[in-house]
């Protein structure tokens, strides 16, 4: 196991490094530094990638005797890594990022313009080297299942496909109703309280000082302002975030600090002894957003949360919130209003606008929607969803960049996470029945210790449907996001 360990020590090393170039690229680098910044991370990421795939890797793979539990997940989890990497042809990978290129521009151009035809033939492209690239890695019933593979793995298409036609069954006619209805506790914030003068100091002190009470380690990580907030792990006792504030509107800076620390409390939480090895990662892209998302909406959005932190909020924006109580600035945060852009729709909503994508992107992978009617079908979709039509591509089909990066498979994951989220939430309820109350006096350490325990200590050892049966007993189910849901939106 010795020499598998500081082979795979090296690479880690290696990725870890190009990770604090990208850090760096995203929050204090000069425009100047753009071209030489890539070339440098291009070629860190090409060298690990190598000796991942290399015949080193192999040998000691070969080598390796395995003694512990998790000596064999290292040596089952690498096998498998390296299985994924060495099956896509590198011509497929350079034809795949050289549409990659030519379609991002193109999308830019489309979007400005609302031109959904002119980035219609590189959508093409992207979609067929997707197929082949589903080809290349295999798949079990069909070729979303390799792609949705990459980020969730172990997750089915057609288990994601029946959650989410369970999920639609329960949400379209509740989110009709939660509109509608003027006494939901969706519809009757004053949405000016959130709306105001925040200043900035004061938001990034309140931020962290929440994150940190939340159980953020800040002696093993920090917070940084970028254009688009993310987290990034250097080591596990190297995990950062960042933000970006708007000074007259508190939600973006604040819900985005709670969400990102999520992040990164998860990655902080691995087992130390997975240090330096590929295993010291969140396990699937939805269970990372279900840490997230948790923090940021079940704790960070209820009610017993604002009952501990109002008056210190007042203190923190006494022009913005000084007349504001627990209560109002509970239904200011969870205001539900059906929009047309994904980025900026509510929790309510936000699945809604995952599961069109979802639908979409299967029925383009199988040929079962042309490419030039994928404005209309998307615009039905919202229509008969959320109750709104788009008036233009850029608001509709052209919205978001994933497309144009080549990325699909990735949507599913957003909503993945807020099913998970639920899932986990309901099952820490049960072995901390006094959770809310906990919230309630701001002590958020029995809820991170139970993350710690049954989510985050593994690293990728179980994979996020292994965690699920073993905390909830059940794989990915929607109910317990309804329930969650109709308890919070129903008055
Ligand atoms: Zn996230």
């Known amino acids: 196991m ?18 604090v170039l990208e850090w760096d690229q995203e929050t204090y680098m ?6 030489s910044r890539a070339r440098q991370v291009a ?45 896509v042809p590198s011509e497929l990978v350079n034809a795949m990022s050289e549409a990659q290129g030519h379609a991002k521009g193109a999308w830019q151009k489309a979007r400005a313009t609302n031109t959904f035809r002119t980035f219609a033939p590189h959508l093409e492209r992207i979609v067929d080297l997707s197929l082949e690239h589903a080809e290349a890695l295999g798949y079990e019933d069909e070729p979303y299942d390799a792609l949705l593979d990459i980020h969730e793995p172990d997750m089915k298409t057609r288990d994601v496909s029946a959650t989410f036609a369970a999920l639609k069954k329960e949400l379209v006619p509740f989110v009709r109703d939660v509109a509608q209805d003027a006494a939901s506790p969706g519809k009757t914030a004053p949405i000016d309280i959130v709306h105001g003068h925040f200043p900035h100091q004061a938001q990034w002190e309140f931020g962290l000082r929440v994150a940190r009470d939340f159980g953020y380690d800040l002696t093993r990580g920090r917070q940084d302002h970028s254009a688009h907030p993310f987290s990034t792990t250097f080591s596990i006792d190297d995990v950062r975030i960042t933000t970006r504030i708007d000074e007259s509107f508190f939600n973006p800076g604040f819900f985005g600090t709670l969400h990102e620390a999520g992040h990164a409390m998860y990655e902080q939480g691995i087992d130390p002894a997975l240090e330096r090895t590929p295993l010291a990662d969140g396990t699937s892209l939805g269970m990372h957003e279900s840490q997230s998302r948790m923090w940021e909406n079940q704790v960070g959005r209820s009610l017993p949360f604002w009952e501990h932190y109002m008056p210190a909020a007042r203190e923190a924006f006494p022009g913005a919130l000084a007349d504001v109580s627990a209560e109002m600035m509970y239904r200011a945060v969870n205001r539900v209003e059906p929009s047309l852009i994904r980025v900026e729709a509510d929790e309510l909503t936000y699945n809604l ?15 079962d929607v042309a490419i030039g009617d994928l404005p209309s079908a998307w615009n039905d979709r919202m229509e008969s969803w959320l109750g709104i039509r788009p008036g233009t591509d850029a608001e509709g089909v052209l919205q978001d960049i ?17 099913l998970m989220s ?9 072995d901390v029945p006094d959770r809310d109350v906990h919230i309630r006096n701001g002590e958020f350490a029995p ?28 794989g990915l189910v929607a109910a317990p996001w309804i329930r969650y849901v109709k308890a919070k939106y129903t008055s």
């Open 447 to 474: 809820i991170l210790a139970w993350l710690r325990r049954n989510v985050h200590v593994w690293g990728r050892r179980r994979s996020a449907v292994e965690i699920l049966e073993a905390t909830c007993g059940t």
């Open 43 to 87: 070629t860190l990421r090409t060298l690990a990638h190598e000796l991942l795939t290399s015949r080193e890797t192999e040998r000691a793979l070969d080598a390796a005797r395995p003694e512990t539990d998790m000596d064999d997940d290292l040596v089952r989890i690498v096998r498998r890594d390296v299985k994924k990497a060495t099956r």
């Open 422 to 430: 639920a899932q986990l939430f309901e099952a820490m309820h049960r």
């Open 353 to 367: 606008h995952i599961m069109l994508r979802f639908e979409l992107e299967r029925a383009m992978l199988a040929g």
């Open 402 to 418: 994933h497309w144009s990066l080549g990325a699909l498979g990735y949507f599913p994951t957003y909503a993945l996470g807020n």
């Open 30 to 35: 000069p425009e100047g530094g753009a071209a």
């Open 2 to 19: 010795h020499e598998l360990r500081n082979h795979l020590a090296r690479i880690t090393d290696i990725n870890h490094a190009a990770a």
